[in-house]
């Protein structure tokens, strides 16, 4: 079991920056790929970013390249998500998750709901124009 808790929403201006943080607790974090998601109201809950254990793997939405950027601290049990140059289209809640990768053989970095086994309960961003 994995226990996965979100920080670092709130209200920002467009233009503005954020960081996210996902601390992990639970089996060893280092064992495990991560990514954020997020759901905006009435929509469907969409792929942002993901890494895999080692960090070695990086993907990201189209939506979010080169303003988005993923890393991990695996000695922190903790992954981040530094967002910068937000846009009102980047409000939603945000949600970290994990995906066991114990047995995984060479870098794979998950980037679908179905392939994530821990979610954590989300933090909002709200990005104003």
């Known amino acids: 079991q994995v226990q996965l808790v979100e920080s670092g929403g709130r209200l920002v201006q467009a233009g503005g920056s954020l960081r996210l943080s996902c601390v992990a607790s639970?089996?060893?974090?280092?064992?495990?790929?991560m990514g954020w998601f997020r759901q905006a109201p009435g929509k469907e809950r969409e792929f942002v970013a993901a890494?895999?254990?080692?960090?070695?793997?990086?993907r990201y939405a189209d939506s979010v390249k080169g303003r988005l950027t993923i890393s991990r601290d695996n000695a922190k049990n903790t992954m981040y998500l530094q967002m910068n140059s937000l846009k009102p289209e980047d409000t939603a809640v945000y949600y970290c998750?994990?995906?066991?990768?114990?047995?995984?053989?060479?870098?794979?970095?998950?980037?679908?709901?179905?392939?994530?086994?821990?979610w954590g309960q989300g933090t909002q961003v709200t990005v104003s124009s």
């Open positions: 639970g089996r060893a974090f280092r064992y495990y790929a």
């Open positions: 998750a994990a995906d066991y990768q114990a047995y995984t053989v060479g870098v794979v970095v998950p980037i679908e709901e179905g392939e994530y086994d821990y």
């Open positions: 890494i895999n254990w080692s960090g070695e793997g990086k």
